[in-house]
């Protein structure tokens, strides 16, 4: 049967909650979810469309991130060829949604996929979810707000909205715009770019990408650290607290916490960190600037 609609989504909770949503809104049996179970912020992306790439960064991100290979390996529906092989599956003439907000995975997310989709005959539009949020929230209550509250309501991941949030934007759907070939054209090119870049961590700040090595945030962490020293009687700060609050701290960047986990094990390597406890779960040991 050629399903008439299709959603792209870049993790496993936001699936769930459209999923949700759909059956809410009672057009579930008429509508598909797919959804990329990675992290695209981190890590190489080259040729990750082929078995090749997707294997490189699985075994490159295993031996960095300590949860890595054992949450991509979950559930082998949500891999990159598996998501591949489905997108190629999608009838010509479907319209396909691509949902994101405004941080680094689901910007690259949503290039991939209009890369991956780049040759096929579908409609695609694009819906910010996050802006669409505020926007619906705030008409519903006939408030103007600034550009601070709208900041504050603004949800990270779209997994931060409820079931209920969505189903506006699904009564929506056919008013929303189908992207040109020319932004088709353009978001694609900007996957190919994305996708050569050799440093490892990609940061979406201010309607653009920026580039760094592996120590891009260690200043933020150290900042950290510093500022909690003062709380603790031998300066030493829980781990679990430093990346609480750094996950606070640059909660627009969708940070994942065992990325900074590892910066925290690699600082301690490199002796630029002193540690008591035992390294290798947050809650066991504590930390200091060396």
Same mark, same amino acid.
């Given at each position: 049967? *050629?399903?008439?609609?299709?959603?792209?989504?870049?993790?496993?909770?936001?699936?769930?909650?459209?999923?949700?949503?759909?059956?809410?809104?009672?057009?579930?049996?008429?509508?598909?979810?797919?959804? &990329?179970?990675?992290?695209?912020?981190?890590?190489?992306?080259?040729?990750? =469309?082929?078995?090749?790439?997707?294997? !490189?960064?699985?075994?490159?991100?295993?031996?960095?991130?300590? /949860?890595?290979?054992?949450?991509?390996?979950?559930?082998?529906?949500?891999?990159?060829?598996?998501?591949?092989?489905?997108?190629?599956?999608?009838?010509?003439?479907?319209?396909?949604?691509?949902?994101?907000?405004?941080?680094?995975? =689901?910007?690259?997310?949503?290039?991939?996929?209009?890369?991956?989709?780049?040759?096929?005959?579908?409609?695609?539009?694009?819906? /910010?979810?996050?802006?669409?949020?505020?926007?619906?929230? *705030?008409? @519903?209550?006939?408030?103007?707000?600034?550009?601070?509250?709208?900041?504050?309501?603004?949800?990270?991941?779209?997994?931060?909205?409820?079931?209920?949030? &969505?189903?506006?934007?699904?009564?929506?759907?056919?008013? +929303?715009?189908?992207?040109?070939?020319?932004?088709?054209?353009?978001?694609?090119?900007?996957? @190919? !770019?994305?996708?050569?870049?050799?440093?490892?961590?990609?940061?979406?700040?201010?309607?653009?990408?920026?580039?760094?090595?592996? =120590?891009?945030?260690?200043?933020?962490?150290?900042?950290?650290?510093?500022?909690?020293?003062?709380?603790?009687?031998?300066?030493?700060?829980?781990?679990?607290?430093?990346?609480? !609050?750094?996950?606070?701290?640059?909660?627009?960047?969708?940070? +994942?916490? =065992?990325?900074?986990?590892?910066?925290?094990?690699?600082?301690?390597?490199?002796?630029?960190?002193?540690?008591?406890?035992?390294?290798?779960?947050?809650?066991?040991?504590?930390?200091?600037?060396?």
């Amino acid at each position: 049967m *050629t399903e008439q609609h299709v959603h792209l989504m870049f993790g496993m909770s936001e699936q769930g909650v459209m999923k949700a949503a759909l059956h809410k809104a009672g057009i579930r049996h008429s509508h598909k979810v797919l959804s &990329f179970n990675d992290w695209f912020s981190y890590g190489p992306l080259a040729s990750i =469309d082929t078995t090749d790439g997707e294997r !490189e960064r699985i075994s490159w991100l295993s031996q960095r991130l300590s /949860n890595y290979g054992r949450l991509y390996t979950y559930n082998p529906d949500h891999q990159i060829g598996t998501v591949i092989k489905a997108i190629e599956a999608i009838p010509d003439g479907s319209s396909v949604t691509i949902w994101h907000g405004e941080h680094t995975h =689901d910007q690259i997310g949503l290039r991939f996929a209009a890369y991956l989709l780049r040759n096929r005959d579908v409609q695609i539009a694009l819906n /910010n979810a996050a802006a669409s949020y505020i926007s619906l929230s *705030t008409h @519903e209550k006939n408030e103007q707000v600034s550009a601070a509250y709208s900041a504050a309501l603004s949800p990270v991941s779209l997994a931060q909205l409820k079931a209920v949030d &969505f189903i506006p934007m699904l009564k929506g759907l056919d008013q +929303r715009e189908i992207i040109s070939d020319e932004d088709r054209a353009k978001y694609s090119k900007e996957w @190919e !770019e994305v996708s050569a870049e050799s440093m490892p961590l990609k940061l979406w700040e201010n309607k653009q990408f920026k580039y760094s090595g592996d =120590d891009g945030l260690d200043a933020v962490l150290g900042e950290v650290i510093s500022e909690q020293a003062v709380h603790f009687p031998d300066q030493y700060v829980p781990a679990s607290k430093v990346v609480g !609050e750094v996950l606070v701290k640059l909660h627009h960047y969708h940070i +994942r916490k =065992d990325f900074l986990e590892y910066r925290l094990r690699s600082l301690i390597e490199s002796k630029r960190l002193q540690f008591k406890g035992a390294p290798g779960q947050l809650h066991r040991y504590s930390v200091k600037i060396g």
